[in-house]
Every structure is written in C-alpha cells, then in structure tokens.
T-cell receptor, first 111, second 113 residues
C-alpha cells in the first residue's frame, strides 16, 4: 500500500528538549511538506521540500528544523526555541499539480 | 495576498439537508482550489478540487461552485449524512513554482440524524 507514515502518533516533550517527528512516504513523490494544525487556525506551513537536499521555510518556521537526505524521508525537529509546540503536526507529499497526500499526524504535547 | 478565508467556523445540518461552506481568496494567481475532509485524529483527505476554467464541478453528492470574478468558491454537500460529520478545509494554490497549499481555517460540520 502506498502512503505516508508518520510516527509516533503521540509524543510528549519536556521543557527545553528537542524532539524529532518522522515522516516517510513510498509514493515516489518529489515534494514533501510539514504543516501545523491548531484549533480554529487551519493548517499552517512550517517547511517544504521540492527535491532531495533542498528545503524552504514556510510561514511559521521559527523553532523548527528539517532535513531531506532521502526522497522518502522528511523528518521535522521541534527545537527548544519553539515556545508553543503543543499541536497536531501533519506531513504531506505531492506528485505535483496540487495532489497532496497527508499522513495521519503526530500529536505533540509539552509536559 | 496569501489568505484564504473560510466560513462558517461550525455548521449543523439535519440529515438529508444541504451543507454549504464558503471560501474567499485574495491572490488572483491561485489556480487550483481543493477541498479536504478531516476526521478526528486523522490527516485531511482530498475530497474534490476545481480549476478556474470551470464554474462548477460535481462528484457524487459533493459540488464545488467557483466564482472567479468574486474570488469565491464553495462546497455543497447534497443529502447530507451523519457520516459526513467532519472538519472541512478549503485551500488554494499556484500551480507554477513552489506548489504550496494555503488553507482556510476549517469548518466543523455536524449532521444531526
């Protein structure tokens, strides 16, 4: 089955800690994206990558970092600089022409 | 220029009724307008999409109406069913260059049985 796998489903972060969210796709899509979802605010773009070894900041990149060493993988690190990280994080990939496929998300909570 | 505004925030419709969700955009360079459906704890799934060369697109009970001059588009769900209860997002994108979807704020739809 082709799709996007996000892990873990739930993640808890202590104050001052960095955490990494995994996103893997087997759809052979070139482009991958990370969105953050908060209640009542829709989805906001954190980072995106159109090709391997290249990525661009989205609208809310502060406090986050990414890498794109392989076409299949686009991990997101939430750093201690992100002051309000509690949210639902969604990874997506696209074959172009607007066809986004989303993963099932990771819910991150600060404890 | 990048905003997509969606209304209403929440909507309650009786089973069998018509659900209507509206979106407005500002950037005239947008040329792809999808609607996504999201169930709790899941990622959004593409429901239906339209490009500005047509004014309406229908897939089953779901219809997008598009008004290019008003920069507005809407989702109509005919014969709404309890299984349609979900959050719906409109979005917009420029096909040229970096293909980044800009999302509306979402509408929580509840269909009462």
């Amino acid at each position: 089955d082709g799709g996007i796998t996000q892990s873990p489903k739930y993640l808890f972060r202590k104050e001052g800690q960095n955490v990494t969210l995994s996103c893997e796709q087997n759809l052979n899509h070139d482009a991958m994206y990370w969105y953050r979802q908060d209640p009542g605010q829709g989805l906001r773009l954190i980072y995106y990558s159109q090709i391997v070894n290249d990525f661009q900041k989205g609208d809310i990149a502060e406090g986050y970092s990414v890498s794109r060493e392989k076409k299949e993988s686009f991990p997101l690190t939430v750093t201690s600089a992100q002051k309000n990280p509690t949210a639902f994080y969604l990874c997506a990939s696209s074959w172009g022409h607007g066809g986004y496929t989303f993963g099932s998300g990771t819910r991150l909570t600060v404890v | 220029q990048q905003q997509v505004k969606q209304s209403p925030q929440s909507l309650i419709v009786q089973k069998g009724g018509i659900s209507i969700i509206n979106c407005a955009y500002e950037n005239t360079a947008f040329d792809y307008f999808p609607w996504y459906q999201q169930f709790p704890g899941k990622g959004p799934a593409l429901l239906i999409a339209i490009r500005p060369d047509v004014s309406e697109k229908k897939e089953g009970r779901f219809t997008i109406s598009f008004n290019k001059s008003a920069k507005q588009f809407s989702l109509h769900i005919m014969d709404s069913q309890p299984g349609d209860s979900a959050t719906y997002f409109c979005a917009a994108m420029k096909s040229q260059g970096a293909q980044k979807l800009v999302f509306g704020q979402g509408t929580r739809l509840t269909i009462n049985p």
